[in-house]
Nanobody, 121 residues
Framework: QVQLVESGGGLVQAGGSLRLSCAAS????????MGWYRQAPGKQRELVAD???????NYADSVKGRFTISRDNAKNTTYLQMNSLRAEDTAVYYC???????????????WGQGTQVTVSS
């Protein structure tokens, strides 16, 4: 099994910055995609950003130019640098990984427990 542990959430004023981290551990053969999703109260979970093992990135339109996703493949860790935060960025942020736990296994979707990000206006 693959475990994902997020850190770095918290309370910040509008215009401020936060950096989220997500470390994958456990039985890991390969991680294809690592990413961040968020869910605000009363809304569906949505993709914020993801990054593939080769380095290609994908961002939601609402965060382009403000958020940057990166990845350390040696550490099985992904980071989300969030700048110019807005009240509408307030949500629980979830780490996601598409990973194969052992050689020859299918790739599965794994989720972290989530970390709260609150932006005060």
């Amino acid at each position: 099994q693959v475990q994902l542990v997020e850190s770095g959430g918290g309370l910040v004023q509008a215009g401020g910055s936060l950096r989220l981290s997500c470390a994958a551990s456990g039985s890991i053969f390969s991680i294809n995609v690592m990413g961040w999703y968020r869910q605000a109260p009363g809304k569906q979970r949505e993709l914020v950003a993801d990054i593939r093992s080769g380095g290609s990135r994908n961002y939601a339109d609402s965060v382009k130019g403000r958020f940057t996703i990166s990845r350390d493949n040696a550490k099985n860790t992904t980071y989300l640098q969030m700048n110019s935060l807005r009240a509408e960025d307030t949500a629980v942020y979830y780490c996601n990984a598409v990973a194969a736990p052992y050689s020859g296994s299918p790739y599965y979707n794994y989720w972290g427990q989530g970390t709260q990000v609150t932006v005060s206006s």
